[in-house]
């Protein structure tokens, strides 16, 4: 599979990128991480791009992430709200760890915010269900079934009456 070469290719896998645990709040539109790729004070920046941004990316489709390379002398996290207002985050010689556990602190959503969306996402109606209370009122407006009996008389050859008088 060519989606499996490369350096560490479990990192493209649903699996990996689904146990993602940084859920962004709603506000927050870009989130940058500036690092260099050398030096021993940016280690745990490095591992934290290579290993968890995809995972960001996967969990927070709406939120533009950005990575900067070797312009800074320190590693640090940024945040933009949409407001226009931004939040810094030092991670210098934090290990990738660390870093995750912080931002679920500062910028993740809660707990409880998390398990609301969750129940909600669980409780969407199935859209096969018809009758009161439902998307569709009956079968009949479902497309490719057959209208209302009382609209359009049902064929003689698929009502029981008809069906079991000839046998």
């Not at 709603?26 to 030096?39: A, L």
Request: charged content about 25%; aromatic content about 10%.
């Amino acid at each position: 599979m060519p989606f499996m070469k490369g350096k560490a290719p479990v990192r493209r896998s649903i699996q990996y990128l689904t146990a993602g645990r940084l859920a962004l709040k709603e506000k927050i539109k870009v989130f940058s991480v500036n690092y260099n790729t050398y030096g021993d004070h940016h280690e745990g920046a490095r591992d934290f791009v290579f290993w968890n941004i995809p995972q960001i990316q996967y969990k927070n489709p709406n939120v533009q992430v950005v990575t900067f390379k070797n312009m800074t002398p320190s590693p640090f996290i940024r945040c933009y709200y949409e407001n226009g207002k931004q939040i810094l985050i030092d991670v210098d010689s934090k290990n990738r760890d660390e870093i995750m556990q912080h931002l679920i602190q500062v910028v993740g959503k809660s707990l409880e915010t998390l398990k609301a969306e969750s129940k909600l996402a669980e409780k969407q109606d199935n859209p096969a269900n018809f009758g009161i209370g439902c998307a569709k009122h009956c079968i009949c407006e479902v497309p490719g079934q057959l209208p209302c009996p009382g609209v359009v008389p049902v064929p003689q050859h698929m009502r029981g009456k008809y069906k079991f008088q000839k046998e």
